[in-house]
């Protein structure tokens, strides 16, 4: 074995491990399907890194990503491109191959199961070929090429499961799960580093030319929450500029561990409600993901800064609950039949999660 690569592997792992927490089996996909050359279908709930994961890896390897969301209307030229007429002088043109998203060293087809079946099948072509043939001319795919397909497993309305003739073109399927207790909190802490960093090139690099910010020179570190403008440079005095003031101060809001574990704790409550009640388990079938905790937190920091406060209290914390929560519950089969409303699950999770 060649020490170099080796090495070389082991500082790419430690880069994943800094961007993806929680999520060691995800990372080692990844890596497999990297060194065997083939291609990754997870499997798993929205908010778990997914996307963030080949993000990661592109940056780390300098690497282009090209994210596809797949969707009912898409069409396979969409995907691998089209011939299209290109006008030279009056009268005269020719056509001209526009290569599609597929063309990318490292392909994100997200909800690959919303698409038809032709278009499915058109990026398993390009996935086993490595290459796509658009009248008549054949157009080889980048090296490397790797496809990193995500399906929601509990959502089928408007899907098109993949058969199984397809599915066996990838090499490994992996499920990704909640991360745990610990890992959740490291979330929070990496999120709000984040942030500061953001508010930070926010505050020091403004874009005089667009009127805006840079963006980050680098990707945030959690897949989890990305705003797409941190905030806009104007003049001193106005609203804009007070509100770029204000998330800073909002960053600087104190969060104590106790805060830091009951917000986890009433996250974690909602994917494994049986602790709790029975009766709640009975309501719930899928619970919040990370971003439910980001969001929680964020909300309840900016709800005390409201208030004059520079610390989150429980109450903060209560306060945004149920906004925060209420969509991201997936309530079960029971429930519905029932009419139980999210509103009320929360309710019975704030009531039965000790507050510190």
């Known amino acids: 074995m060649s020490e170099t690569a080796h090495a070389a592997f082991a500082r790419l792992r430690g880069q994943l491990d800094q961007a993806i927490v929680g999520q060691p089996a995800l990372i080692d996909a990844l890596l497999i399907a990297l060194l065997a050359d083939g291609h990754l279908l997870l499997e798993g709930l929205p908010g778990l890194a997914k996307t963030r994961a080949i993000k990661a890896l592109g940056q780390a390897l300098s690497l282009r990503l090209s994210r596809i ?16 007429y290109h006008q030279t002088e009056p009268g005269q043109g020719r056509f001209v191959f526009e290569a599609g998203p597929v063309f990318a060293p490292l392909v994100l087809a997200d909800e690959i199961n919303r698409a038809p079946a032709k278009v499915q099948s058109a990026l398993l072509e390009a996935m086993e070929e490595r290459q796509v043939t658009v009248a008549g001319k054949t157009h080889p795919l980048p090296w490397p090429f790797l496809v990193m397909a995500t399906q929601n497993p509990i959502e089928h309305e408007g899907t098109y499961p993949l058969p199984e003739a397809q599915t066996d073109r990838f090499l490994m399927k992996t499920r990704v799960g909640y991360p745990d207790f610990d890992a959740e909190r490291d979330i929070l802490h990496l999120v709000r580093e984040e942030e500061g960093r ?145 509103d009320a699950i929360i309710d019975r999770i704030a009531a039965l999660v000790a507050a510190p």
């Not at 969301?69 to 299209?84: C, H, K, M, N, R």
């Not at 505050?203 to 806009?232: C, K, N, Y």
């Not at 971003?291 to 209290?313: E, S």
């Open 198 to 342: 953001r508010l930070a090139v926010a505050q020091s690099h403004p874009d005089t030319a667009s009127g805006g910010l840079a963006e980050p020179p680098a990707e945030p570190i959690t897949a989890f929450l990305r705003e797409p403008d941190a905030a806009r440079t104007q003049p001193e005095h106005t609203p804009v500029a007070w509100l770029a003031d204000a998330r800073r101060a909002v960053h600087a809001v104190h969060v104590s561990t106790a805060i830091d574990t009951y917000l986890v704790d009433l996250i974690q409550a909602t994917r494994t409600p049986e602790r709790l009640s029975p009766e709640v388990a009975r309501w719930i079938e899928a619970g919040a993901s990370p971003r439910g905790t980001i969001a929680l937190d964020r909300c309840a920091r900016a709800h005390a800064w409201l208030r004059g406060r520079d610390f989150v209290g429980p109450d903060d914390v209560l306060a945004v609950l149920h906004p925060c929560l209420r969509h991201r519950l997936v309530l079960s089969h029971e429930a519905l039949a029932a009419g139980v409303e999210a």
């Open 69 to 84: 969301q797949f969707t009912p209307d898409l069409l396979p030229s969409d995907l691998i491109g089209a011939e299209v």
